[in-house]
């Protein structure tokens, strides 16, 4: 800012030649003048503040806060006067204004020269209006309104990206189950071991016109689960992976279509994706597996676990009303007979929400599948089953029509309550009819202890089947609870306890408590 300053008795003395007329030169010599007092009651600056707070009279009711605080955090590109204030309680010249952005922009291009800092396309396009409007001021100040256009030009030249965004998730977990016998499968002992694993996502996300998103996500990861093949009882929702062999686990495409909000997807494709599951940012849901709850059965109803893959989504939001329809594909990629995009296994689903004011909202669900032997029922389209019993999940070659009721209210701004209720009725090959049942409800508390904590309690029925299908006629039940302790913006720690009693639906079946921390680094 010092050079800054300096440069305007230069400017001065530019001006002072190329203004024609007294009555011309003599208002820009007195907003020059006052520009001089400014850098003298400033002369001897503190250094660039990191931090809005630094500012001994700036209030959050005062207009520079919100303003500070971008700019400050963002480019560190404000100074306040020698005794610690900015004096943004008082109004501002267009001159002052036009002062503070040529020093914002000076030190973005500082920024970029640097390499170390990726500004914002709509940063740039923000700055480039402002010059715009404060063309005569700047002008005034000795700038010349071209050549601010150029570095505004450099700026945008020199990002790394105008249209792709990184974001990367890592999840370090150890878990462990306990009991006198190992519940998660029926056997006499407790052979599990404490385990420690791992999975990492890196998400490109790419705009083309700006009213549309690319994505495509790399995976890696170690995370078995602790239930038995077939079962998905207990499982979290990070697991499910083995020996960290990177891949493309979802590649999908947003964009508009009339009045629609349309989905695309190539592979990995939920239901999830493209229509909301009425659970809310309650805490108990976020979508990634690394911040809300353990398991897959607490973080949304399993009805949205029914098919996966590739296929189209469309979403028709209408005032309260959202209505959504979809298609997604297990077998989307294999030309076998009795597979492909239209042959295989699949699930098409059709919800109705409803928005209930900005506090409640819930939603009606109805799903038709068909599954092949040797398939799980709950499992995203996938390999392994997520959620529910190994009867749920063993049913062999049928087609099913799934029901669903879910929804969420916000009793105060912090604490959430979420429910659902699932009911399938199976159509099996091999003749006759199964049901599957599931439902749970769970409460969060946001901002508990620290902002940015979340306290989690779940309690439910994993999906199982009604009878004796899965070896036993009892009713499972699960228990969770959870508290995501957020170290800072981008590191959280989640300890949680997981009760599962019948999990094999047999209540001769001592009950497994599965303990597990899980930290997660987001980027």
Avoid at 279 to 290: K, P, Y
Wanted: charged share 15%; with cysteine.
């Amino acid at each position: 800012m010092t050079t800054f300053w300096k440069s305007l008795s230069i400017a001065s003395a530019a001006l002072s030649v190329t203004v024609a007329g007294a009555a011309q030169a003599a208002p820009n010599n007195e907003v020059l003048d006052q520009i001089n007092s400014y850098s003298q009651e400033g002369s001897s600056d503190i250094a660039q503040v990191n931090s809005v707070f630094q500012l001994r009279d700036v209030a959050p009711s005062d207009w520079a806060f919100d303003a500070l605080r971008n700019l400050v955090e963002k480019y560190n590109c404000i100074v306040g006067y020698p005794d610690g204030t900015f004096r943004g309680n008082r109004p501002l010249s267009r001159y002052e204004f036009a002062a503070g952005l040529n020093a914002c922009m000076q030190q973005i291009e500082r920024l970029i020269v640097g390499g170390g800092t990726d500004v914002d396309a709509a940063d740039i396009t923000r700055l480039r209006a402002l010059v715009q409007e404060f063309e005569a001021e700047l002008a005034t100040l000795g700038a010349r309104v071209d050549d601010i256009e150029g570095r505004v030009e450099f700026l945008e030249d020199n990002q790394f990206s105008t249209t792709t965004k990184l974001n990367g998730e890592v999840i370090f977990g150890l878990n462990d189950s306990f009991g006198d016998t190992n519940a998660l499968d029926g056997s006499d002992d407790d052979t599990t071991e404490t385990i420690f694993n791992n999975r990492v996502r890196l998400t490109l996300e790419t705009s083309f016109t700006g009213n549309d998103t690319l994505i495509t996500r790399l995976t890696a990861g170690n995370a078995t689960t602790l239930a038995p093949a077939g079962s998905g009882v207990g499982t979290q929702t990070y697991e499910g992976l083995s020996d960290n062999n990177v891949s493309i686990d979802w590649l999908a495409y947003y964009f508009p279509l009339r009045r629609a909000n349309a989905y695309l997807a190539a592979f990995g494709g939920l239901h999830s994706d493209y229509t909301s599951t009425t659970f809310g940012a309650n805490g108990l849901e976020d979508f990634t597996g690394g911040s809300g709850s353990l398991t897959f059965n607490a973080a949304s109803s399993p009805i949205y676990l029914i098919g996966g893959g590739a296929g189209l989504g469309l979403n028709f939001p209408a005032g309260p009303v959202d209505i959504s329809l979809g298609y997604l594909a297990d077998d989307h990629a294999s030309p076998s007979a009795g597979d492909g995009l239209f042959n295989g296994q699949y699930g098409a689903l059709a919800q109705v929400a409803f928005n209930l004011g900005s506090r409640a909202e819930f939603g009606v669900t109805y799903v038709n599948s068909y599954q092949e032997g040797g398939s799980s029922f709950f499992d995203f389209g996938g390999d392994g089953a997520l959620a529910g019993t190994v009867g749920a999940n063993s049913l062999g070659t049928s087609e099913a029509n799934t029901f669903g009721l879910q929804g969420k209210f916000d009793i105060t701004e912090k604490v959430s309550l979420a429910a659902y209720g699932l009911y399938s009725d199976v159509d099996l090959a091999a003749g006759g009819d199964e049901e599957i049942w599931s439902y749970g409800a769970g409460v969060s508390i946001s901002d508990f202890g620290k902002e940015g904590n979340v306290l989690g309690l779940f309690a439910g029925a994993p999906p199982y089947v009604g009878g004796n299908a899965g070896g036993g006629d009892d009713t499972p039940l699960q228990i969770e609870g959870f508290y995501k302790y957020q170290l800072n913006d981008s590191i959280s720690i989640t300890p949680g306890v997981i009760w599962l009693s019948n999990p094999t639906e047999d209540d001769s079946v001592e009950d497994a408590i599965i303990g597990t921390v899980r930290t997660t680094f987001k980027f």
